[in-house]
Structures are given as structure tokens and as C-alpha cells.
């Protein structure tokens, strides 16, 4: 299922909102693709990213994914976990698996994304 | 003669097959406009077997290679067991192809862990490729990967690194914005001093050799902490015989080591194929490029070998890969860890002492001839370098009549040292030869 | 099996030296000397005879299976080829003799092989001048692009792109990037041919150069190929042939004749010289004359019958190989091409593209054949039909393991789903392709019978199937 309260990147990244903070991932379909992911570059705190820049980089055996910033900000929270349970995203990617924290520079960004309804619309373009 | 294996019956059966019934096999080319076909083919009509292997065997012979050579730089003629050979030449190893299945690959697999393994080993470092083409191109690699560690991009460069790798080094980089600062020259060990006025925060690394071109040798362990103090990485190349008794580049805190891995069982052979030795610490593994084999175990739960971290490489990244580089230089690779387990912890000592040794008798005898002086401003381990009253080109031409080649002119790449020649000497080397040398020196210098 | 490592033990000796025939006490200081002994293995020499042998018999190999790797070329390699390679008037040489004063005539045989076989490179490939120095296809390429590069600099040009199509190798891509270029890829069409729309678009004025496959990945010899070389010459950029697949067309077409302005040829392909487990190869790179002067140095030039090395070409990209290349490599193809001759190549292509089309003939009403037209020296099956069971190509190639075939190369290129890319090469008889035919045809069957069966493959090898997420997460690269 696709979380409801959640917004969408085409890329597959995921932020929660919170006035001026977002929580960033990757979304179910997105684990789905790369399967058993073997490696997370674990973002570091303090960088500050422009939306759509590059965030980190999620591997499985046979594919890299870069993954880029849904909104503009700094890091201030990265999901230290991963680097030694990557595989956290695939069990959870939208609760454990999460990446990292921004503090939002443009908060008002954040309607370019797709919410809910409009990624699984996405989706299924894709399927076909 | 093509080593096609049909029969004229079985062509034209299979040209049924495909819906060719004239048995004109060129119409397999349709899609090749008569417009685009070769306009000229003319290559010469073919030999066999035995014409082709006498004028070939002919052509070898007229190298000379009866000379008794003291010419190193940076190449080295060391003795190579026989079984290194016999086994290099199974064809189960050298007609199969990289390793991408890998239940059909185990030999290739373990034998590169092995070859990996040995390399750490050897180097003290924590992780190593399977190997890229040579000492030159893994130089450059290494360069290429501080620079994405650091995200800085000034490189120091020692002149004492051998000059042919360095060249090669500035010509892959000249279309990239890459600064290279060259540390001068000063006889013996590396110069401190430049170092430190050059060493910067924009630094992603320095380039250094042991024992460097000219044979000495030094401990480089107060510049790493340096870099390290800057951010900088230390790159360190070796020649893996000097280090059955050398301090490691580990030991020296070095981030990166490469080197020309030939001395590990591959002949001379006129330039090729060598081999290019990589390692670094842990910490740096997805950041170097070349194909990795890493152990695993199967369903079973039984130990076996699969090429891992693929991901950073061509087949997968495309133009976001760590490198270009597809092929390592796997039979070489397969030389090496053979060579290295015959010698073995002792034979591997016992090589880079008797190196040393004899290169310490020849220095001694060759510093007595009138007007040579033999450069010690530093240990040197199996190299040395002659300060001759005279052209050493002249001198090295002369003594190419009496049977030897002589040693390098270092005015080549070092237009300062126009009267200095570099010296090799290995453990094939016999004190009889090493006295003929010395004794054709002096005529050749002096009569 | 057991490491080497582990059945080290201490005191054993491989190994024998000669006696240290000077009396010295000469010492390296001690803090210049390692603390403790590598720890390399203390085996006799049979152990080492025994360890390699039986981790040779580990390997799949063209010596011992059908090994048809699309892409590859893994054709027969001929054996007096490796004993040419291993005489000591070539092993024994030291690259430096012929720089040295006086040297070179003592190197004439090497500088003569090398000479020779730059020169049938030329003839075969159209082009007008080559250099054998590249060590691999990767190094062949970057070269060329180096070489471009440099020819679009010293015409005062700053162009930034290299176009690539969708389906090439990907080495392309990266070639390009290291040498300082941006990477578009150029979509294919539902023909398997490049969309010209596409590159009519992308084909700017900052475009350095295009840089294809042909025949491509898929084994189609696109007919529009001049079109593509003339587009890209008006708009200034330059041509370059990826050599990878050479041995579809030898004498049929010449890269040189269809446009192209710099190719690469893998000799480990072409030329059968040994791919060694992965290496190493030989990468030779040939030009067109306007380009000649920025080949690596040194060339080899030859003056009243004397071959001699010349450093002094200015406009040189420099030095691009420590020597003359992967020289044991270039004495093995030479040696190929002499007994071959002209028709003997000939031969070889044709007969390289005959096998590959009796096998798509015999096999398209079992697997997807996503472009359905005649194929040069490879075809490109989808195991889509079979996927849909759950049966994938890798789950195919591991059948085919188990029945002592090396599976073909798999999910390259990209852009064919679930791909099996077959490529038989010429030495494989008729009686070797309908065992593998057979073989595929049973392996269908049992996708669409028992589709679970296929999770067990391979059973007969050392190992089964191996865990690569493990691999890869659970690092262990060394003992």
C-alpha cells in the first residue's frame, strides 16, 4: 500500500512533511525494482541540497540506484542504521528504511510533488 | 585454413536451414549494402602451421637476447620457476573468460581470492582488485580514485615515481581539470621540504615509489601523516619483490598502493602483458575500480567465490563507473599468486636479499673504477645509480658489443642527469658476471 | 576447496635458489625493513601442483565446453600460437633495448612483428594507420577517445558530448566519461536500429563524436550505417568503431569504407588470443590519416629495411602504454592472421555468421526473438515467454550449466528484457550446435512444465548456487 499522508518523487523517493522538516526515503516500488539491497551510502549530516540533488546511492548485486532530494535543505538526520542493515529498506522501507532528515530552506517546494493518488496513478503509466 | 569445423555437405545443410538453397553463403550479408561492401581485402594468402611457426621462430631470433643485461627500470629480470609456467599454460585457465558464471568459474575465482589475498599479504593492505593492465594504468586509477575519495583535485606528483608511469599518468588526465604538482628531483630520498610547502587542502593526494626510480629507498611514513594531517591521500607504489624485506605501504600508513607486478613471474617479454597491482584499506574497497572476488557460500552453505561490488563497474554504472577498465589481466594475476606461493614467506625473503646483496658487491666494485661515482645518498635495495665521466649513452652502446646492456640512461627522462646511469641487479645475477661487468665497464669508460 | 592458505605449513619449501655467491655484510637499516615476514604459504611444489590443478578443473573453458558468451567471441584458440609466444627471443626481451643507443637493431624481430601486424590491421579494417599499444578493448577505446579529443582541441573546437546508442557496450559510456566527456545515449527503435529522429536531434554542434558497435549488440548490421557517418561529418564530430564485433564481417565490410574515423579491435575476440580467465587482451587502435599524428608514442618507423622507435611526433596524445603494448598478445594475432590469410578471415566470418543463424532458425519457436530479422555473428533471445513461468535467463543459464554448456551472456544488452545474447563463433561444428539446440529446446519444455525444477540449478558443479547479496554485503575479499 501507498501511505496516504506521504509525498512522491518520480524518481521513487518519498518525504513526510512537518512544517519545516521532511523525512526522506525510498518507496516500496522502488525496493521492489532493486531487490535484496546489499549497500546504502548513508547521507551526511550538514550537506546542504538543492531538490532533485543528488542525496545517496542504494545498491543491490546487479543495480545502483542514485537517489536525489525531493525537497531543498540540510541534512540534519541520517539513518546511521543502514549502513550496517541495508536491508532495512526492503523490510520497511517506509518506517526503518528511512534515509535521512532535512531542514527545509523552501517549504512551499513541496507542492511539486505528487501526493498519494498521483504516484499510484504514476505507477501504473509505468506498468504499462 | 580457418579452424572452421563443417564440412562443405554440413554448410550447405545448415545454408537450407537458415533458407539460403543456392548454397550462397555471402547472402548471409544482405543487410550489408553492395555499396558498403570492402572496397580492398588484399591481405596475403595464408600459410600453415610450419611456415608460419619457422618464420616466426626466425623473426625471434633476431632479438638479441644472449645480452647479459643490468637494465631494470622499473622492468626486471627475475628467475621464474618452471611450474609457474606449466600451470599458466592449463587451458582449462587460459581459454576460459571472465568469471560472470560463477558455479562454472570456480578455478578463476578462488585463484584471484588467492592472488588478492597474497597481495594483502604482501602489502599489509586491507583490500585488493583482481588486478588492472599494468604498473602505469593502475598508477593512474589510483590517482583517479583519491581524486573521487577527496573531491579535491591537485595531485602531488614525486619525480622520482618512475618517469614512463607519470607520463602516461598526465596524458589520460590532460583533458580533465586535474593540477599536477611535480616535487623536484633531490638525489636520494623524497624532498620534505617541497612536500610541505606544497601540501594543501585543495590536495587530493601524492604520488610516491619505493624504492623509487633511481633505487633508493625511504620510509615515507612522516609525509603520509602529513597528507593525512591536510586531508590528502597517500598513493604509494611498489615493486612486490622488495617487499619480502621492505617496510609495507600499510605499515607506512599509505591509503592507496599500485605497482608493476611483472617481477611476479612474468617475463620480460618486450613490454607486455604485465600486470597492475591495486590495494587499498577497507575503508576505501567501493571506491576502486577493477573487478573484485569476494567469498560467499551456496545453498548448501559451502564456501565458494563470486566477482562482488559490481555495481561500481562498467557493465552496470556505464558512464557513472569507477573506471573504464573491463578485463583485468586474470592469467597474470594467476602467474603471480603461483610464483608468490612456490617462493613462498622464505623464497620471497630469500630473493629480495640476495637482490640486495649482489647489488651491494656490484656497487662496491664499480665504485672503485676511476672517475664513477656510485650515488649513496640513500639505501638502495637492487638498483643504483652511476655518475659516469662520460655520455652513458656511448658507454651503454660500447658495451652492447662485449655482451652487456648496460644499464639506463637517465638523461631520457631526467635532461639534468645527462652523465648518470641507473643499475639493475637480480638474484640471476652471478658474482662472475658481476665482475665481467665491472671490468668492461672500466674499458669501456677508459680504453 | 581448500585455500592455498590453508594447507600451508611451516617449514615446507617450493622453492630453489642460487647460492649467494659474494660474502657481504652489508644490512638494510632496520627502519626500513617490514616488521614481520608476509605471510605468504610455505608449501612443497607439488602441493602448489595440486592445489592449481584442481582449481583448474573448476573452470568452465573453450578447451573443454561450447562457450557460446554473446559479445566475447569465444572462438578456438590454436595452440602453436602459444608456443610461438613462448619463445625466449621474445619472452627474454627487455622493452627498453630498442631505446637504448645502439639497441634497436637488436630488437628488429619484435619491432618487426609489431610493424607487420599494424599493418594488416590497416588493410583489414580500412583504416590507414594503427597502434598496438592498448592492453584491452577499455584501453583501446579510451585512446581513441583521447585521440579525438585532442583532434577537436587543436582545431580550437570545445565540444562536450560523445552520442552512444542504448545497446552499447558499457564500456562506451565509461570510456567516454573518463576522458571528459557527457554521455547521451541514443534510443533504439522497434527495428533494433538506432532512431534517427533521435539522433538528427541530439547530432549538435557539440558533439565530439558517435560511438557504435557494428554489426550492434543485437548482431544487426545496420544498413544505414554511411547515413549515420555522414550526419555526424557534416555536423563535425567523428566516428568510432567499437571492434568488439569485428568477426561478423571480416572482408564483407570495413569500418574504414563505411565512415568511421577511429576503431579499436579486441584482439582476444577477433584474433583468438586466449582470454586468459579475463585477460589479458590486446586493444590496438586505428585511425584515418588526417588523425595519424595524434597516435600514442613512441610509432615504429621504418627507414631503408631498419626499424626504428620515433618519439618526436608533437602532436602525439603522449604516452598511453609504459611499451608497444600487450606484445606476447600481438605475436599470438599476428601469427593467426598470417595462417588464416586473406580468405581463410573471410572463412571465418562467414562461417561465424552461418552458425549463429542456424541457431536463431532453430530456436525461434521456442524463445522470443524480439527482432526478428537475419543476425551476423550472434542472436538475441528474450527468455520472456519463459519468465512469465518464472523460469529467467539466469535460471536457463544454470540449466545449461548442468548439461556442460557455458550459458550464453545474459540480460546485456539492457534493452531486451530477460536477454540471452548466443554468440557460437566459427570453430563450433554442426554437430556441437545441435547438441546445444536440443539441450535449449529441453530446457523450454521443462519451463513450461516444471518451472520449479529450475530453482535446483546447477547441481553438478563444485558449488551450487552461490549467495551474491552475501557477497556483497558480508565483505570478504581476502584469507
Not at chain 2, 430 to 439: G, H, L, Q
Not at chain 3, 19 to 27: L, P
Not at chain 3, 225 to 246: C, P, R, S, T, V
Amino acid at each position: 500500500m501507498i501511505p496516504g499522508d506521504l509525498k512522491y518523487t518520480k524518481d521513487h523517493e518519498w518525504a513526510k512533511i512537518d512544517l519545516n522538516h521532511a523525512v526522506i526515503g525510498i518507496t516500496d516500488h522502488a525496493q521492489k525494482e532493486l531487490g535484496d539491497i546489499t549497500f546504502v551510502e548513508v547521507p551526511e549530516t550538514k550537506t546542504i541540497l538543492k531538490q532533485g540533488g543528488a542525496l545517496s546511492t542504494v545498491e543491490s548485486v546487479k543495480a545502483a540506484s542514485d537517489i536525489y532530494a525531493p525537497v531543498s535543505g540540510e541534512i540534519i538526520e541520517a539513518n546511521e542504521a543502514l549502513a550496517d542493515k541495508p536491508e532495512l529498506i526492503n523490510q520497511s522501507p517506509y518506517e526503518k528504511g528511512w534515509l535521512c532528515k532535512i531542514k527545509l530552506s523552501d517549504p512551499k517546494e513541496a507542492s511539486k510533488l505528487m501526493d498519494a493518488r498521483q504516484y499510484e496513478e504514476y505507477l501504473n503509466t509505468l506498468k504499462k | 585454413m580457418s579452424y572452421v569445423a563443417n564440412t562443405k555437405e554440413e554448410k550447405s545443410e545448415m545454408l537450407k536451414a537458415v533458407g539460403i538453397n543456392d548454397g550462397n553463403i555471402d547472402r548471409l550479408f544482405d543487410d550489408i549494402p553492395k555499396s558498403l561492401r570492402a572496397k580492398s581485402f588484399a591481405l596475403p594468402k595464408g600459410k600453415s602451421e610450419y611456415e608460419v611457426t619457422r618464420d616466426i621462430k626466425k623473426l625471434s631470433s633476431r632479438n638479441n637476447t644472449g645480452l647479459i643485461s643490468f637494465l631494470g627500470a622499473g622492468y626486471y629480470d627475475h628467475f621464474i620457476p618452471e611450474a609457474v609456467n606449466a600451470l599458466a599454460a592449463r587451458s582449462e585457465f587460459y581459454t576460459a573468460y571472465t568469471p560472470y558464471q560463477p558455479e562454472a568459474s570456480q578455478g578463476t575465482l578462488q585463484a584471484i581470492y588467492e592472488y588478492q589475498s597474497s597481495i594483502c599479504r604482501l602489502t599489509g593492505m586491507g583490500a585488493a582488485n583482481a588486478s588492472l593492465y599494468d604498473g602505469s594504468t593502475a598508477l593512474y586509477e589510483a590517482c583517479m580514485m583519491a581524486i573521487r575519495i577527496t573531491g579535491k583535485n591537485k595531485i602531488l606528483s614525486d619525480m622520482s615515481v618512475n618517469p614512463i608511469h607519470r607520463k602516461i599518468l598526465y596524458s589520460y588526465t590532460g583533458n580533465l581539470s586535474i593540477e599536477f604538482k611535480e616535487i623536484p628531483l633531490v638525489h636520494g630520498q623524497s624532498d620534505r621540504k617541497t612536500i610541505d610547502e606544497y601540501l594543501d587542502d585543495n590536495t587530493a593526494a601524492i604520488i610516491l615509489q619505493n624504492p623509487n626510480f633511481f633505487g633508493a629507498i625511504d620510509d615515507f611514513t612522516d609525509i603520509i601523516k602529513k597528507c593525512h594531517d591536510k586531508g590528502a591521500l597517500a598513493i604509494v607504489s611498489v615493486y612486490p619483490i622488495s617487499l619480502g624485506l621492505l617496510k609495507t605501504p600499510a605499515e607506512m600508513g599509505a591509503d592507496i598502493v599500485v605497482g608493476e607486478g611483472q617481477s611476479l613471474g612474468m617475463p620480460l617479454s618486450f613490454g607486455g602483458p604485465y600486470l597492475g597491482i591495486m590495494a587499498t584499506t577497507k575503508e576505501y574497497v567501493r571506491k576502486m575500480p577493477g573487478r573484485i572476488v569476494g567469498a560467499t557460500t551456496d545453498t548448501d552453505g559451502k564456501r565458494g567465490f563470486v566477482l562482488t561490488l559490481q555495481t561500481r563497474e562498467q557493465h552496470i554504472r556505464r558512464e557513472k563507473a569507477t573506471s573504464n577498465i573491463c578485463s583485468n589481466e586474470a592469467l597474470c594475476a594467476l602467474r603471480a599468486v603461483i610464483y608468490l606461493s612456490i617462493m613462498g614467506k622464505e623464497g620471497l625473503k630469500e630473493v629480495a636479499g640476495l637482490c640486495f646483496k649482489k647489488a651491494e658487491y656490484a656497487k662496491n666494485i664499480i665504485g672503485k673504477i676511476k672517475g664513477v661515482e656510485v650515488k649513496r645518498s640513500s639505501p638502495t635495495f637492487n638498483e643504483f645509480t652511476l655518475n659516469l665521466p662520460k655520455d652513458p649513452e656511448e658507454i651503454i652502446q660500447k658495451m652492447l658489443a662485449k655482451g652487456f646492456i648496460a644499464g639506463f640512461p637517465a638523461g631520457r627522462h631526467y635532461p639534468d642527469l645527462k652523465n648518470y646511469m641507473i643499475v639493475a641487479v637480480t638474484e640471476k645475477h652471478s658474482k662472475e658476471e658481476i665482475d665481467k661487468y665491472a671490468k668492461e665497464l672500466e674499458s669501456a669508460l677508459w680504453s | 576447496m581448500e585455500l592455498i592458505f590453508e594447507i600451508s605449513k611451516n617449514g615446507k619449501k617450493a622453492y630453489t635458489l642460487p647460492e649467494c655467491d659474494i660474502s657481504s655484510d652489508k644490512q638494510i637499516e632496520q627502519k626500513y625493513l617490514r616488521k614481520q615476514d608476509a605471510r605468504l604459504v610455505e608449501v612443497s611444489e607439488l602441493d602448489v601442483i595440486r592445489h592449481f590443478t584442481a582449481l583448474s578443473k573448476m573452470n568452465f573453458s573453450v578447451d573443454s565446453n561450447f562457450y557460446p558468451l554473446g559479445s566475447c567471441t569465444m572462438k578456438y584458440n590454436p595452440k602453436f600460437t602459444e608456443y610461438l609466444a613462448s619463445l625466449d627471443g621474445f619472452c627474454m626481451l627487455h622493452p627498453l633495448l630498442p631505446q637504448i643507443k645502439g639497441g634497436e637493431k637488436l630488437s628488429q624481430g619484435a619491432l618487426t612483428i609489431i610493424y607487420e601486424l599494424e599493418k594488416l590491421l590497416c588493410e583489414i579494417t580500412g583504416m590507414d594507420e594503427f597502434t598496438s599499444q592498448p592492453m584491452a578493448g577499455a584501453h583501446g577505446e579510451l585512446t581513441g577517445i583521447m585521440i579525438i579529443a585532442h583532434y577537436h582541441k587543436l582545431k580550437g573546437e570545445q565540444r562536450k558530448i560523445v552520442l552512444i546508442p542504448d545497446l552499447g557496450h558499457g564500456t562506451n559510456p565509461a570510456s567516454a566519461a573518463i576522458a571528459g566527456y557527457q554521455v547521451r545515449a541514443i534510443p533504439s527503435g522497434k527495428d533494433g536500429l538506432m532512431d534517427m529522429g533521435c539522433l538528427k536531434k541530439e547530432l549538435t554542434k557539440d558533439v565530439a563524436a558517435i560511438m557504435l558497435t557494428c554489426p550492434d549488440t543485437l548482431g544487426i548490421f545496420n544498413p544505414k550505417i554511411k547515413e549515420i557517418a555522414d550526419l555526424a561529418h557534416k555536423a563535425g564530430a567523428l566516428m568510432y568503431y567499437d571492434g568488439a564485433n569485428l568477426n561478423a564481417i571480416l572482408g564483407k565490410a570495413r569500418p574504414g569504407d563505411l565512415g568511421f574515423d577511429v576503431v579499436h579491435l579486441n584482439l582476444h575476440k577477433t584474433f583468438a588470443t586466449p582470454h586468459g580467465g579475463g585477460g589479458p587482451g590486446a586493444g590496438p587502435v586505428g585511425v584515418k590519416k588526417e588523425l595519424a599524428k595524434y597516435l600514442p608514442i613512441p610509432r615504429i618507423k621504418q627507414d631503408k629495411g631498419e626499424l626504428s622507435l620515433d618519439f618526436s611526433m608533437k602532436f602525439s596524445i603522449g604516452n598511453i602504454a609504459p611499451f608497444y603494448g600487450n606484445f606476447l598478445v600481438l605475436v599470438k594475432a599476428y601469427a593467426y592472421i598470417i595462417l588464416l590469410g586473406g580468405e581463410g578471415l573471410v572463412e571465418a566470418s562467414e562461417n561465424a555468421v552461418l552458425n549463429a543463424n542456424y541457431i536463431m532458425h532453430k530456436l525461434k519457436d521456442y524463445y522470443d526473438l524480439p527482432f526478428k530479422r537475419a543476425c551476423m555473428h550472434e542472436c538475441v533471445f528474450s527468455a520472456s515467454k519463459q519468465s512469465e513461468k518464472g523460469v529467467h535467463a539466469i535460471d536457463i543459464a544454470k540449466a545449461l550449466i548442468d548439461k556442460g554448456i557455458h550459458p550464453p551472456t545474459v540480460y546485456f544488452p539492457l534493452i531486451v528484457k530477460e536477454a540471452m545474447m548466443i554468440e557460437p563463433t566459427e570453430t563450433e561444428s554442426k554437430q556441437t550446435l545441435d547438441n546445444f539446440i536440443s539441450i535449449m529446446i529441453e530446457i523450454a519444455k521443462l519451463a513450461d512444465k516444471d518451472p520449479q525444477k529450475f530453482k535446483e540449478f546447477p547441481k553438478t558443479t563444485p558449488v551450487k548456487r552461490l549467495d551474491e547479496v552475501k557477497a556483497a554485503k558480508d565483505l570478504n575479499l581476502s584469507a
